[in-house]
């Protein structure tokens, strides 16, 4: 098998890069175009050792496929989703066969968009979630000059594979940024203490960074029993019914809103340690990633929330917002 013809693949080149097995097995496929058979007769290993190699590239940011092309479907249904919800922009990629996949396909789709529009001395909020911890893959190693990335929400004592503050430290390392990390549970015991953290004055200081950023990548989770923040353990399961009974539909930056975009009134909002929604949308470029059909409800009302004017989602997800009007 070789190589997709209609994709780009960027593979690392360094002399020490290639040496790594994994680096070397990209290297002979994407480059070279050797099938894998034969990258397995020159490595002498087994063509089921290659296929692993290849995996653990692309999974590392070794290498980074990108197609540039677009269905008709897609561009029809971004131009659609820009006129039905007023955004400036709508990316749209396609879905996959298996739903599980969505995070990481609009997720890589977001870290292309990232990479094309990061410039040198920008500030950049980062929100979190499985979603833009997917789109870090594409994001791969880019340096850019004088760049500062802000986490826009606190992180986990203990995480398993999200932790929010991961996302931005990860990006700032991409990008070879300095970065601003909100250094406080994401949740904390109640309102008081979250008053008494936002007093302290280097949070103060990242809070301030944080109004000021040019450019805010965010996430929306809906209430699905499997949805990231419950999955996780930032929050209970047992709050579902107390979140829907107030008119929550999903969250951004892990604060609770109803269809509108509206913040509800619940014990859990009052106690997240997260920039809140109405500094957001003071922010000049949103960009919001999400996927996925069943978040539809969640999405738009995260649009609202924010005042995002850019989409990144799936074919799914974008028909189901339109069946929404």
């Known amino acids: 098998m070789s190589p997709p013809r209609e994709a780009e693949a960027v593979v690392a080149a360094d002399a020490a890069a290639v040496r790594d097995p994994a680096v070397r097995a990209a290297w002979l496929y994407y480059v070279e175009g050797l099938t894998q058979e034969a990258i397995a007769g020159a490595m002498g290993v087994s063509r089921a050792k290659v296929i692993r190699l290849l995996a653990a590239a ?99 004592t203990h995480s398993r594979a999200v932790n929010p503050s991961a996302v931005a430290r990860r990006m700032a390392d991409a990008f070879g940024a300095e970065c601003y990390q909100l250094t406080a549970p994401v949740f904390v015991a109640n309102e008081r203490t979250r008053a008494a953290l936002w007093r302290e004055p280097g949070l103060e200081d990242l809070l301030e960074r944080a109004r000021r950023v040019e450019l805010a990548l965010v996430s929306a989770g809906d209430l699905a029993q499997d949805a990231t923040l419950f999955r996780e353990g930032l929050l209970p399961r047992s709050e579902l019914a107390t979140l829907r009974a107030a008119g929550a539909v999903g969250d951004v930056l892990c604060q609770f809103v109803d269809a509108e975009g509206r913040v509800v009134d619940h014990p859990v909002n009052r106690r997240v340690v997260a920039v809140a929604l109405a500094d957001l ?35 799914a997800a974008a028909r189901a917002l339109l069946a929404l009007r």
């Not at 249904?77 to 066969?97: D, F, N």
């Open 58 to 156: 692309r999974d590392s940011g070794v290498v980074r496929i990108r197609i540039d092309g677009k269905g008709g479907e897609q561009i029809a249904l971004e131009r659609q989703l820009m006129g039905a919800l007023g955004l400036a922009e709508a990316v749209v990629a396609p879905s996959p066969v298996d739903p599980a996949a969505t995070a990481s396909i609009v997720g890589e789709a977001a870290g292309i968009y990232m990479a094309d529009r990061v410039r040198d001395g920008m500030s950049i909020g980062v929100g979190w979630g499985q979603t833009l911890s997917m789109s870090l893959k594409a994001v791969a190693t880019q340096p850019r000059e004088r760049l500062a990335v802000i986490s826009l929400l606190g992180g986990m």
């Open 281 to 315: 949308r003071r922010v000049p470029a949103i960009v919001l990633a999400a996927g996925g059909a069943r978040k539809a409800i969640a999405i738009r009302a995260a649009l609202r929330a924010t005042g995002a004017r850019v989409l990144i989602t799936d074919e």
